[in-house]
């Protein structure tokens, strides 16, 4: 008789909207908080300053982004694990490496995609988990999210993707600026309305890059200087 | 050898060219050209071999880009061949009178043991303009390879800046097979897609740079961490398979020129090879 792991017999149905409350819960130990994707070389520049140009930042870099390319990138992703395509999954995350230039954002992605992916073998385990972290134990974050979230609607994983990406650099900004945290809420909600106004339209466009050389010098040159607080 | 001239490479009111090009080596180890073939809006200049490269400008002897026009770019530097691809003038790509853009397609490839450098002038779209590039670089796994693109805001002089329509720019760059960096994008004045450009320099020109040695480069990155200066935001990296991107934004079009000459002078230093004079670009 095969052996069957333990987690595989002890694991209930999980929610999917609890399930992604916790996985999107700020305590949820993914490592995020300890990354500002390029964010503190900008405020380090001068190009970012206050909160303000913070949000303009959101809307006229990372919120075009989103929408252009990782979102429709992520339908993808998340169409590729709801048919437990992990052939598919592990093409897009090497396509990924060649989309994410610089060595930092590819390895920021990288090493929380891979926190993650050790979270949802104990939280959420399945054969198309196990079969991700085999092939590929440090997978992109896009690609362990769609997977944690492929029992919800695209839609709704979506958003709580682009969720991750907004409150990502929002929280990081708080301790590169003299920002409080009722302005960063602030921000962050008028972002993700922005976000919401625009993120269904995203999901049926096949996907696009987009250019922002500014925040890819700043990953750049994050990697290479002499003190930093945040891994990238 | 060929040079091909006799079909007909204009219809209606735009131009349809195309350059296939291949360097090889012979015997003795000089490069040459094993074969050319080119269609207005390309001409060459006699190809000749400086500092062991061979180093071909690429003419367009009109008055640039217009609607409509395309150009198929098709180059090989065979193995262990050094061949330096440069132009001698700006790429100019002018007003749209249509919906058609100027489409330049190039397709590089870069044999075992071979060296390809593609530095050619700005690219400038005047205002008005519509053009659409798609490169693919496929490299073999110890092919060396130094390719720039600069990319300006238009006519500065003329008042032109960000004032072209619409550029599309697409890229691939492959070593061994492996799919190493990928670009899409498209510039447009009137959405956000030029935030990134216009925040630290209001008429910055736009200059990448990807390279790979054919063997372990000696990265030279302290050297390029010092020309980053109020005229230049710079940032440099590996990617995957030895290939390394630099990234920059310039001030103005002085500050890219010596940027690229900086460069140049630098990777052919760690690369231990000695640069070949292209005349204008290296003052």
Redesign the interface.
């Known amino acids: 008789m095969p052996e069957t792991r333990d987690s595989e017999q002890a694991v209930p149905a999980v929610d999917p909207m609890l399930w992604l409350m916790q996985a999107n819960d700020s305590q949820y130990p993914s490592g995020a908080y300890a990354h500002s994707y390029g964010l503190e070389e900008l405020v380090e520049?001068g190009?970012v300053t206050d909160a303000g140009g913070l949000e303009q930042f959101l809307?006229?870099?990372i919120l075009?982004a989103l929408l252009t390319f990782e979102i429709p990138y992520f339908a993808q992703a998340h169409a590729a694990a709801g048919q437990d395509d992990g052939a598919r999954l592990l093409e897009l995350d090497?396509?990924l490496?060649?989309?994410r230039?610089?060595?930092?954002t590819r390895d920021a992605s990288r090493r929380i995609g891979s926190q993650r992916l050790a979270l949802l073998r104990q939280l959420a385990p399945s054969p198309l988990v196990e079969e991700l972290a085999a092939a590929r134990p440090f997978s992109h974050h896009l690609v362990v999210t769609a997977i944690e979230l492929a029992a919800l609607p695209v839609s709704h994983a979506a958003r709580a993707f682009g969720f991750q990406t907004v409150t990502g650099f929002a929280t990081a900004s708080m301790k590169l600026m003299r920002l409080g945290q009722t302005a960063c809420q602030g921000i962050i909600r008028r972002s993700l309305d922005r976000l919401g106004g625009e993120i269904d339209s995203a999901l049926c466009h096949p996907g696009?890059?987009?250019?922002?050389?500014?925040?890819?010098?700043?990953?750049?040159?994050h990697?290479?200087a002499h003190s930093r607080l945040f891994i990238s | 050898m060929s040079t091909s001239l006799s079909e007909p490479g204009i219809t209606g009111r735009s131009i349809r060219g195309h350059l296939e090009l291949r360097g090889d080596v012979r015997a003795d180890g000089t490069p040459f050209l094993s074969r050319q073939s080119f269609r207005a809006p390309v001409h060459l200049s006699k190809a000749h071999v400086e500092s062991g490269s061979l180093l071909v400008h690429l003419v367009n002897p009109t008055a640039g880009f217009f609607d409509g026009d395309r150009l198929d770019l098709d180059v090989t530097a065979g193995a262990g061949c050094r061949l330096v691809m440069s132009t001698p003038g700006a790429s100019r790509v002018h007003r749209a009178r249509s919906e058609s853009p100027a489409v330049c397609e190039q397709r590089l490839r870069v044999e075992s043991g071979a060296f390809l450098e593609w530095i050619p002038e700005p690219f400038i779209p005047q205002a008005g303009a519509r053009y659409v590039q798609r490169t693919e670089i496929d490299l073999d796994r110890d092919a060396g390879l130094l390719f720039f693109e600069w990319i300006a805001p238009g006519r500065v002089a003329r008042g032109e800046t960000f004032a072209y329509r619409d550029l599309r720019w697409e890229l691939d760059l492959r070593r061994a097979g492996r799919l190493i960096a990928r670009e899409r994008y498209t510039l447009d004045p009137l959405d956000q897609s030029l935030a990134a450009l216009r925040l630290k320099f209001p008429a910055a020109h736009y200059v990448t740079v990807f390279l790979a040695g054919p063997d372990e480069l000696p990265w030279p990155g302290d050297e390029l961490d010092v020309l980053t200066t109020e005229r230049t935001y710079l940032g440099h990296g590996p990617l995957l398979e030895n290939v390394w991107m630099i990234r920059a934004l310039c001030a103005d079009s002085l500050a890219a020129r010596s940027l690229l000459a900086e460069i140049r002078g630098l990777f052919y230093h760690a690369a231990g090879h000695p640069a070949p004079r292209l005349g204008k670009l290296t003052t």
Not at chain 1, 101 to 104: G, K, T
């Open positions: 520049a190009v809307e006229s870099q075009p090497a396509e490496d060649a989309w230039l610089p060595a930092e696009d890059g987009w250019f922002n050389p500014l925040l890819e010098i700043a990953s750049l040159r990697a290479r």
